[in-house]
């Protein structure tokens, strides 16, 4: 037995995980490359070797959840690789307008059939809410109509939405709320297909990067863009809020969040799904809101994207024989890998969900429903 399997097969154990083990989080290696490559590229190697087939897991889920929790990350990491992407994200502002569309055309470009077989019928790709709901749909409405609450829409009311997906906040808001939306996002295919699907309804959706939008709004929200925004662009995006927010307007952030500031992505995921990635933490957040909003609510609903991210993995796997001619075999070990080991993230709690209301100074504090 090699020495790096024995170093892997020790830190494994930490966490209750066995190689080539009988409970369905044990790895089953399939290539002895294996143990180098995780030891030497840690969670980069981790994830590069899955796509290779180097290794397989039936529950891929639950190993990510018990190696977080037993903080094995920290265990296993390439200090050369993560200091030259250190020294990287402080030279350069990877989040730049000029780079701002890169994760449109390599993740939300990647194909509206692949988002259509995997998300709900309103396509909302972010964290559903399931207090009370039992089914996908029902958590996704959920969600949508606790944003609209938070904020406090009432008729008649004009909202920006920055990151508009493919318009499902938008749809739903006008439709239920009787609201008129401007979303804008990075992705061709997005603005495309949510035009298509909020026709007739006071929607705009625009192909724009977020610091270029002007006008004045009643609300100022996102509902997943804080993760593209990038730690030298979290003040600016404040200020692109306060510059279209009207004097006693109401702003929103729903994003995933992290324990700890960081200034760099996790490394498998910047390269393979959201490129130029970044998750803000509480601090964060709240030095870019320093003098400029009154933080009026945060809640964390972060438990409640373990089972969104299982429902679209159930929904992917389902659809998988019709996609797999367009999308081939490394594509389905990439995405597989990448829904059950954010599902994992979620479940051990490194990974947070918050919803964040704030007002500007003087604002009476609004008289929203915030849960």
Same mark, same amino acid.
């Given at each position: 037995?090699?020495?790096?399997?024995?170093? /892997?097969?020790?830190?494994?154990?930490?966490?209750?995980?066995?190689?080539?083990?009988?409970?369905?989080?044990?790895?089953?290696v399939?290539?002895?490359?294996?143990?180098?490559?995780?030891?030497?590229?840690?969670?980069?190697?981790?994830?590069?070797?899955?796509?290779?087939?180097?290794?397989?897991?039936?529950?891929?889920?639950?190993?990510?959840?018990?190696?977080?929790?037993?903080?094995l990350?920290?265990?296993?990491?390439?200090?050369?690789?993560?200091?030259?992407q250190?020294?990287r994200?402080?030279?350069?502002n990877?989040?730049?307008?000029?780079?701002?569309?890169?994760?449109?055309?390599?993740?939300?470009?990647l194909?509206?059939?692949?988002y259509?077989?995997?998300?709900?019928?309103?396509?909302?790709?972010?964290?559903?809410?399931?207090?009370?709901?039992?089914? /996908?749909d029902?958590?996704?409405?959920?969600?949508?109509?606790?944003?609209?609450?938070k904020?406090?829409?009432?008729?008649?009311?004009?909202?920006?939405? /920055?990151?508009?997906?493919?318009?499902?906040?938008?749809?739903?808001?006008?439709?239920?709320?009787?609201?008129?939306?401007?979303?804008?996002?990075?992705?061709?295919?997005?603005?495309?297909?949510?035009?298509?699907?909020?026709?007739?309804?006071?929607?705009?959706?625009?192909?724009?990067?977020y610091?270029?939008?002007?006008?004045?709004?009643?609300?100022?929200?996102?509902?997943?863009?804080?993760e593209?925004?990038?730690?030298?662009?979290?003040?600016?995006?404040?200020?692109?809020?306060?510059?279209?927010?009207?004097?006693?307007?109401?702003?929103?952030?729903?994003?995933?969040?992290?324990?700890?500031?960081?200034?760099?992505g996790?490394?498998?995921?910047?390269?393979?799904?959201?490129?130029?990635?970044?998750?803000?933490?509480?601090?964060?957040?709240?030095?870019?809101?320093?003098?400029?909003?009154?933080?009026?609510?945060?809640?964390?609903?972060?438990?409640?994207?373990?089972?969104?991210?299982?429902?679209?993995?159930?929904?992917?796997?389902?659809?998988?024989?019709?996609?797999k001619?367009?999308?081939?075999?490394?594509?389905?070990?990439?995405?597989?890998?990448?829904?059950?080991?954010?599902?994992?993230?979620?479940?051990?709690r490194?990974?947070? /969900?918050?919803?964040?209301?704030?007002?500007?100074?003087?604002?009476?504090q609004?008289?929203?429903?915030?849960?």
């Open positions: 037995m090699q020495k790096t399997e024995l170093i /892997l097969r020790e830190l494994l154990s930490l966490a209750d995980i066995e190689i080539n083990g009988s409970d369905p989080w044990d790895v089953q399939r290539d002895d490359r294996f143990y180098d490559r995780v030891l030497g590229d840690s969670s980069l190697g981790l994830g590069e070797s899955y796509m290779d087939g180097w290794w397989d897991c039936l529950a891929i889920d639950e190993f990510i959840n018990r190696a977080l929790k037993a903080r990350d920290e265990k296993v990491k390439n200090e050369t690789r993560y200091l030259y250190a020294i994200a402080r030279l350069i990877r989040q730049s307008s000029s780079r701002a569309y890169e994760v449109g055309i390599k993740h939300y470009d194909g509206n059939d692949l259509r077989a995997m998300l709900d019928k309103r396509l909302n790709y972010t964290c559903a809410y399931w207090k009370k709901a039992k089914d /996908l029902a958590a996704q409405e959920a969600k949508l109509d606790l944003v609209c609450r904020i406090g829409l009432k008729p008649g009311m004009k909202i920006l939405e /920055l990151g508009c997906g493919w318009g499902s906040f938008a749809k739903f808001a006008a439709e239920k709320y009787g609201v008129s939306v401007v979303g804008v996002t990075v992705s061709k295919e997005q603005v495309a297909l949510g035009m298509e699907l909020c026709k007739g309804l006071p929607v705009e959706l625009r192909l724009q990067d610091r270029a939008v002007q006008g004045k709004f009643d609300a100022v929200i996102s509902i997943g863009v804080m593209h925004v990038g730690y030298k662009n979290y003040r600016n995006y404040m200020e692109v809020v306060d510059r279209c927010l009207k004097e006693d307007g109401i702003a929103f952030v729903h994003t995933i969040g992290g324990n700890k500031s960081i200034t760099t996790e490394p498998w995921s910047d390269k393979y799904i959201f490129p130029n990635g970044m998750l803000p933490s509480i601090s964060q957040l709240g030095v870019a809101m320093e003098n400029l909003f009154v933080m009026e609510d945060l809640q964390n609903i972060g438990p409640h994207y373990d089972p969104t991210l299982m429902a679209w993995h159930a929904n992917f796997e389902k659809a998988w024989p019709e996609l001619q367009k999308y081939g075999d490394r594509f389905y070990r990439m995405w597989r890998y990448y829904l059950l080991s954010s599902a994992g993230g979620f479940r051990s490194s990974q947070q /969900l918050w919803q964040i209301v704030f007002t500007r100074f003087g604002t009476r609004p008289d929203c429903r915030f849960s």
